[in-house]
Nanobody, 124 residues
Framework: QVQLVESGGGLVQPGGSLRLSCAAS????????MAWYRQAPGKERELVAS???????NYGDSVKGRFTVSRDNAKNTVALQMNSLKPEDTAVYYC??????????????????WGQGTQVTVSS
């Protein structure tokens, strides 16, 4: 019914940049908060950045000053611009959206949806 698809991951050298994108599609009424999380092997999933429908952002401490999250409400997309990448940024990055949709019975409910993730590898 609702799908989030990430793109833009890949291999980049330390100090380089990548831009991730996440597109939401399906029976969407509206999207409140969208966020990026990441998970490295052996570690718990951690918040990278989030952005509300009104544009308020917050970032994990490890990425402040380097990453920027933005969204395009008309296109139901959220992006993560990653600059000055470090090897420690290597992880699978997941897009999350709190999305209001209509159920089969046409009532509106809000659910948390996750994309399948995109691999970001920072290495020489």
């Amino acid at each position: 019914q609702v799908q989030l698809v990430e793109s833009g991951g890949g291999l980049v050298q330390p100090g380089g940049s990548l831009r991730l994108s996440c597109a939401a599609s399906g029976s969407i009424v509206s999207i409140s908060t969208m966020a990026w999380y990441r998970q490295a092997p052996g570690k718990e999933r951690e918040l990278v950045a989030s952005i509300t429908s009104g544009g308020t952002t917050n970032y994990g401490d490890s990425v402040k000053g380097r990453f920027t999250v933005s969204r395009d409400n008309a296109k139901n997309t959220v992006a993560l611009q990653m600059n000055s990448l470090k090897p420690e940024d290597t992880a699978v990055y997941y897009c999350q959206g709190h999305i209001r949709r209509r159920t089969i019975g046409e009532s509106i409910r809000e659910y948390s949806y996750w994309g399948q993730g995109t691999q970001v590898t920072v290495s020489s």
